[in-house]
């Protein structure tokens, strides 16, 4: 039997007399399914077995309409309409829940490079920005030691003086190893005139030019952005506070040493003895830079 049978309520119980139509034909129908078995039923007693279920199906529907009064409606067999369209409705909506999710992990994934990107940029510029400012520094460096006042000539008075009181070499000897240095200088061997300025001084710590080749020195180091090395260097050249050409810039190149090392304080300190000792006989050049230092450092006065 290929129907599904069910059973539906009414109201209003019907009467024994009008059930009894039904029941009548529900019996026919049991008789002929039964009469109408094809001879080769009888050797398939699965068929056999199928058929008799369907037979007490068809009994057990005709007693219960008759106990409860009520007809008995017999509906193709197959899915009910409200549950079909319950079934399609969720269907949609699963359909419908994966998209927005597949639009959601895309959003996710454009904002991620999005964000990565960004970081990335940010980067570069911040690598370029520091890269740009120290090339700017060492430039300034190379500026000013270019354009730095030439040594003043010996003075023979000084020069005779230290030969006295050293006994040293004699003064040739002594102004070839610093000729050497500032062409090592000059010529942008930073490393090579370091060294060879650290070994004049050290051999000729009374020499007339030794307070000069400090200076250099810290130009030497300066330019590399050794800092602190710088620091010591200009402090040295400016032993006794000299009335030199080049100590007026020494003392700005040592308070911007100082800054360069977060010591604000003593370079402004430095700045102010450069007012007190050097700012009268300085250059216009000398005094703006001096100025802009000042004003950088935010010192008062």
Same mark, same amino acid.
């Given at each position: 039997?290929?129907?599904?049978?069910?059973?539906?309520?009414?109201?209003?119980?019907?009467?024994?007399?009008?059930?009894?139509p039904?029941?009548?034909?529900?019996?026919?129908?049991?008789?002929?399914?039964?009469v109408?078995?094809?001879?080769?039923?009888?050797?398939?007693?699965?068929?056999?077995?199928?058929?008799?279920?369907?037979?007490?199906?068809?009994?057990?529907?005709?007693?219960?309409?008759?106990?409860?009064?009520?007809?008995?409606?017999?509906?193709?067999?197959?899915?009910?309409?409200?549950?079909?369209?319950?079934?399609?409705?969720?269907?949609?909506?699963?359909?419908?829940?994966?998209?927005?999710?597949?639009?959601?992990?895309?959003?996710?994934h454009?904002?991620? &490079?999005? %964000? @990565?990107?960004?970081?990335a940029? *940010? #980067?570069?510029?911040?690598?370029? $920005?520091? +890269?740009?400012?120290? /090339?700017?520094?060492?430039?300034?460096?190379?500026?000013?030691?270019?354009?730095?006042?030439?040594?003043?000539?010996?003075?023979?008075?000084?020069?005779?003086?230290?030969?006295?009181?050293?006994?040293?070499e004699?003064?040739?000897?002594?102004?070839?190893e610093?000729?050497?240095?500032?062409?090592?200088?000059?010529?942008?061997?930073?490393?090579?005139?370091?060294?060879?300025?650290?070994?004049?001084?050290?051999?000729?710590?009374?020499?007339?030019?030794?307070?000069?080749?400090?200076?250099?020195?810290?130009?030497?180091?300066?330019?590399?952005?050794?800092?602190?090395?710088?620091?010591?260097?200009?402090?040295?050249?400016?032993?006794?506070?000299?009335?030199?050409?080049?100590?007026?810039?020494?003392?700005?190149? &040592?308070? %911007? @040493?100082?800054?360069?090392?977060? *010591? #604000?304080?003593?370079?402004?300190? $430095?700045? +102010?003895?450069?007012? /007190?000792?050097?700012?009268?006989?300085?250059?216009p050049t000398?005094?703006?830079?001096?100025a802009?230092?000042?004003?950088?450092?935010?010192?008062?006065?």
């Open positions: 039997m290929e129907r599904q049978i069910m059973l539906r309520l009414n109201s209003s119980p019907p009467t024994m007399g009008r059930l009894r039904f029941m009548s034909v529900a019996l026919a129908a049991c008789l002929v399914m039964s109408s078995a094809p001879a080769g039923a009888v050797d398939d007693p699965g068929r056999v077995d199928r058929l008799e279920k369907q037979v007490k199906e068809l009994r057990a529907i005709v007693y219960q309409a008759r106990d409860t009064g009520h007809p008995v409606e017999v509906r193709p067999e197959g899915p009910d309409p409200a549950v079909a369209a319950l079934t399609q409705r969720v269907d949609d909506l699963e359909v419908t829940l994966r998209k927005l999710q597949g639009e959601l992990e895309q959003s996710n454009g904002a991620e &490079l999005a %964000r @990565s990107a960004l970081d940029e *940010r #980067t570069d510029r911040t690598t370029q $920005a520091q +890269g740009l400012t120290d /090339r700017v520094t060492r430039l300034e460096s190379e500026v000013v030691t270019l354009t730095s006042p030439p040594p003043p000539p010996a003075d023979p008075h000084a020069r005779h003086a230290e030969k006295s009181a050293a006994a040293a004699p003064a040739s000897d002594n102004s070839g610093f000729k050497t240095a500032r062409t090592l200088l000059v010529s942008g061997d930073y490393g090579g005139a370091a060294q060879a300025f650290q070994a004049f001084v050290t051999a000729h710590p009374n020499d007339a030019k030794t307070a000069e080749a400090y200076y250099w020195l810290g130009e030497s180091y300066s330019v590399r952005d050794l800092h602190g090395d710088a620091t010591s260097a200009y402090a040295r050249a400016l032993k006794g506070w000299p009335k030199s050409s080049w100590a007026p810039d020494a003392v700005i190149k &040592l308070s %911007r @040493s100082l800054a360069a090392t977060q *010591r #604000t304080t003593d370079a402004c300190a $430095a700045m +102010g003895e450069f007012a /007190r000792r050097y700012e009268k006989t300085a250059t000398l005094k703006s830079r001096a802009q230092t000042r004003d950088k450092l935010g010192c008062g006065g």
